[in-house]
C-alpha cells in the first residue's frame, strides 16, 4: 500500500521519536542500523523529511536527527503524504488513472472503503504515541 520509501520513513521517524524521547539527537547510521535499512536511503528520506520540517536536524559532532514537540504531534498521515502524496488516500486500488465514481474499475467500491479507513487511522495516530509500545517491547521496528 506505502511505497519502501515511506515504509523506510515511517520506520525511521519512530525509531526517532523513540530514541531522542529524552532530548538527544540520532545519526543517519544510528537509525539505519536501528530499523535494519541502507544508510544512504534513510539519508535521503530524512533530508526530504527535514527539508519538509517534520524532522528537525543538527550539524556538528553533537548532531544528528530529532523530533520536537510540533513534530510528535504530526500525524502519521502527514509523514505518508510527504513521501507518497495523496495516493494511498485517492489512488485506484488495481493503479488505473481512469477509475472513477462515474467509471469505477471491479474493486472500486470496496477499495474505496478501506481507503477511507486507513485514512481515518493514519489521520487519528501521532507519531509520538508509538514510543511506549516500543519500550514495553509490544512493537518492533527491525525484521
Do not use: W
Not at 515511517?10 to 525509531?15: D, H, L
Amino acid at each position: 500500500m506505502f511505497s519502501k520509501t515511506c515504509e523506510y520513513a515511517i520506520r525511521a521517524v519512530i525509531f526517532i521519536a523513540q530514541q531522542t524521547r529524552e532530548g538527544g539527537r540520532v545519526s543517519i547510521k544510528d537509525v539505519a542500523r536501528g530499523i535494519n535499512s541502507p544508510e544512504h536511503f534513510i539519508a535521503k528520506i530524512l533530508q526530504e523529511l527535514s527539508r519538509k520540517g517534520l524532522v528537525q536536524s543538527a550539524k556538528g559532532p553533537t548532531g544528528g536527527f530529532y523530533l520536537d514537540h510540533a513534530s510528535l504531534q504530526q500525524s502519521l498521515a502527514d509523514f505518508v503524504r510527504a513521501i507518497d502524496g495523496d495516493r494511498v488516500f485517492s489512488g485506484c486500488g488495481l493503479g488505473l488513472k481512469q477509475c472513477s465514481e462515474s467509471h469505477p474499475c471491479p474493486i472500486h467500491h470496496q477499495f474505496k472503503s478501506i481507503r477511507n479507513q486507513l485514512m481515518v487511522m493514519l489521520e487519528s495516530t501521532q507519531i509520538g504515541g508509538f514510543t511506549r509500545e516500543l519500550e514495553a517491547k509490544m512493537a518492533f521496528l527491525k525484521q
